[in-house]
């Protein structure tokens, strides 16, 4: 792919990625509210349920998009972005403007949910 293109990716994946974190940032604040203003030690029982909370409400599938916003991103870095990782053959430009995160073509991804 065209290095001005994977910018471009690189760019909305970013954004994405900057939104949905926003998002947890935004529930993070939200829990710890309701355990007083003491930042809680990562060690401490609080900080575990409050990471449990965040994970229900932003569901899983939120993070589950972060996580592969973050792959999507270290394969602009390798220059693998685009291809399916499956058939190695190119991703449509199409799907990726839908999915910029996606690490599979189509037909391997209906072959992979079957
Ligand atoms: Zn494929």
């Known amino acids: 792919m065209e290095a001005e293109k994977t910018a471009r990716f690189a760019k909305t994946l970013l954004e994405l990625r900057k939104q949905l974190t926003g ?11 309701e355990f007083g203003h003491d930042v809680p030690d990562v060690n401490d029982e609080a900080a ?16 589950n998009v972060i ?6 991103l270290e394969r602009i ?4 972005y ?3 990782v ?3 053959e190119d991703i449509p430009e199409p799907r ?9 073509c ?9």
């Open 77 to 80: 870095d390798d220059g693998g």
């Open 23 to 33: 998002d947890y940032a935004r529930v993070v604040e939200e829990s710890s509210e």
């Open 48 to 63: 575990r349920t409050i990471s449990r909370r965040i994970l229900l409400e932003i569901g899983d599938k939120n993070y």
């Open 82 to 84: 685009g291809v399916c």
């Open 67 to 72: 996580n592969e916003i973050d792959n999507a």
């Open 106 to 114: 189509v037909e391997c991804k209906e072959q992979l949910e079957e």
């Open 86 to 88: 499956e058939c190695e």
């Open 96 to 104: 990726l403007e839908l999915l910029p995160y996606t690490e599979h």
